[in-house]
Every structure is written in structure tokens, then in C-alpha cells.
């Protein structure tokens, strides 16, 4: 072989070495991640998302992508989201704290490995056979926001004594609203309180409700956890205020954005959670071996500065409480 020749040959072969190695790598693992909200109302939560991912090893674009869909609080499109991912063939589906995101993910596979978020029990729900043992290809978080519906309208009626009608409002097209309400129903009659149920699914609906909430003069608002709602928070929270009317709401982030009070466990944690348990089965690990996570605490948080805007005085005993006030 002619010297020349053989250099060309050797160039050749050298440049050819890096696509080899390349070629033999292992494909980076691809999260599933549905959620029944937006992206934009989703920021933080997704940030610990991540934050529990980096716990377990992952950055995504480093060593794990992510395939985001995000239902837009159109519940209708969850089960074809669903199946987009599943058709992706994702190394493990996560879905953000609503229960029929989960569900979705679940009537469509029961090989891909499901991490879920819920407020109420997956046991009942079918997506576990137990929290300690869940068996299948799902385990998750479970925070109980549903279970907490009497001691929410509990601290409502502490703040508000008075009060002859509270109104609720509930997502219809939501699979758990309907037991929810059952529930707080049961619960207002055992203290002998009237509630007006009000259904919203749609941002003017939510007007709509305010509107007759207005009509109704109910003295107080009781808010449903829903994942629509959470994406429509600053919408809902203006409304309460313009309208000066108390409201209790599922978690803090309504506080955020000019809500009164908040009772429940911190979802932020959870969808940390969430990262973490989708970290360690990309590693190995089998969804049925990993226990269903609880809260272990449940916050209370009053915003003093929108009771003052509504002419509130918030009773000490409840103030002394608070897990946290905002002044």
C-alpha cells in the first residue's frame, strides 16, 4: 500500500472512531410528563419536579429527556395525550397532583412504569392494591386533599361564623369532584350549614359562578382541589376579593397570588416526590416496591393582608394555629 493511501485510510478509520463510541452509547431515558394543567401555572411545581430528578442523579438534556404534555384544563384530551406517550414508549410516565391524569395513564398501559400525584386515595381509585405495597406499574404521592374537606369547611366556619350559605365551587368534568362534594355535603349538615354548589370547567364559568354567588349572597367560598382551578388561581383569588368574599383554598400557591387561606399539604413537595421516584426507576427500581408517599403535615397559612382588604378579623384562636401568617 502506497504511503499516501494508507495516511487517507488511517484519516478515515480515526474520524469514523468518535461515531462508533457514539453509536454504542446507551440512549438517554425519556420522561413522560402529563399533567392536566398548563406550563405556565405549573412552573414552580415543575421546578421541583426537577429538583427531585437531580436527587436521583438526572438533569434533563444531560443524561434524560422530558416529553411534556399539558392538557390545558381540557380533561377530554387527557386519555389522547396519554396515548401519544405511550406510543413514545417512555421509560416511565409522571403525572402531575391530578387523579384523572393518572387514571388516563393507567386504562392505557400497564407495562410503562407510572408515578402519580393524587389528592385522594389510589387505593380507591384502582391505582395501587395498597400505599405500602402497590403492586403493578404504579406508585406515586398522596396528599388526601378530598379526605380534608370537612376540616377546611371547619376553619372557614371559624373565620366566618356567621355565615348561612357558603358556596362551592367544583369542576364537573373532574372524575373525584362529585365524591368530594358528597363528602362536604355530609359534612355541612352534621353542623347544620347551607351550601349552593356552583360548577365551573371553563374560564367564564368561573364568572359565571362568582356571579351568582353574588345572586346567592353567600357569605363565604369553598374551593374543590381541581387542577384547572390551580392554573386559574389569580383569576379566582381577584374575583374573591373583588367581590369580598372569604374563601379557604387546597393549597398555598393561591396565596400567592392574593388568596385569603389555605389548608392542605404542600404540592411543591410532592412533585418533588414525583422526580425522585421517577429517578429511581430509570435506575432499576420496580414501581410495585415503592411505597405510596404521605404527607406528614398539613399547613395552615392566612394571608393578613388580604383580610385587612376584605374588613376580616381573624379570630386569635385561629391565628394561633397558623403555620404561617402573611403580614
Do not use: C
Not at 51 to 76: F, H, K, P, T
Not at 182 to 206: C, P, R, T, V
Not at 216 to 221: H, S
Amino acid at each position: 500500500m502506497r504511503r499516501r493511501d494508507f495516511i487517507t485510510l488511517l484519516g478515515g478509520a480515526a474520524a469514523a472512531w468518535p461515531l462508533a463510541a457514539r453509536a454504542q452509547q446507551p440512549a438517554m431515558p425519556v420522561v413522560g410528563f402529563l399533567n392536566a394543567s398548563s406550563a405556565v401555572a405549573n412552573a414552580s411545581r415543575v421546578a421541583k419536579f426537577h429538583e427531585g430528578l437531580r436527587e436521583a442523579g438526572y438533569v434533563e438534556s444531560q443524561n434524560v429527556l422530558i416529553e411534556y404534555r399539558w392538557a390545558e384544563g381540557r380533561y377530554d384530551r387527557l386519555a389522547d395525550l396519554a396515548t401519544d406517550l405511550v406510543q413514545r414508549k417512555v421509560s416511565v410516565i409522571v403525572t402531575g397532583a391530578n387523579a384523572d391524569a393518572a387514571l388516563a395513564v393507567k386504562a392505557k398501559t400497564h407495562a410503562i412504569p407510572l408515578v402519580f400525584g393524587t389528592g385522594d386515595d389510589p387505593v380507591k381509585l384502582g391505582l395501587v392494591a395498597s400505599l405500602s405495597r402497590p403492586g403493578g406499574n404504579a406508585t406515586g404521592v398522596s396528599f388526601f386533599s378530598y379526605e380534608l374537606g370537612a376540616k377546611r369547611l371547619g376553619v372557614l366556619r371559624e373565620l366566618v361564623p356567621a355565615a348561612t350559605l357558603i358556596a362551592v365551587l367544583a369542576n364537573p368534568n373532574s372524575t373525584l369532584a362529585h365524591s368530594a362534594e358528597k363528602e362536604l355535603q355530609l359534612a355541612a349538615a352534621s353542623i347544620g350549614q347551607q351550601l349552593e354548589l356552583l360548577k365551573a370547567s371553563a374560564n367564564h364559568e368561573i364568572d359565571q359562578a362568582f356571579a351568582k354567588l353574588v345572586e346567592k349572597r353567600a357569605a363565604a367560598l369553598f374551593i374543590i382541589p381541581d387542577a384547572f382551578f390551580t392554573s386559574r388561581r389569580m383569576q379566582i383569588a381577584t374575583l374573591a376579593v373583588r367581590h369580598a368574599v372569604p374563601a379557604i383554598y387546597p393549597q398555598r400557591e393561591y396565596l400567592e397570588v392574593g388568596g385569603l387561606m389555605s389548608y392542605g399539604a404542600s404540592v411543591a413537595d410532592a412533585y418533588r416526590q414525583l422526580g425522585l421516584y421517577a429517578g429511581r426507576i430509570m435506575k432499576g427500581e420496580k414501581p410495585a416496591d415503592l411505597p405510596v408517599q404521605q404527607p406528614t403535615k398539613f399547613e395552615l397559612i392566612i394571608n393578613l393582608v388580604v383580610a385587612k382588604a376584605l374588613g376580616l378579623e381573624v379570630p386569635p384562636t385561629l391565628l394561633a394555629r397558623a403555620d404561617e401568617v402573611i403580614e
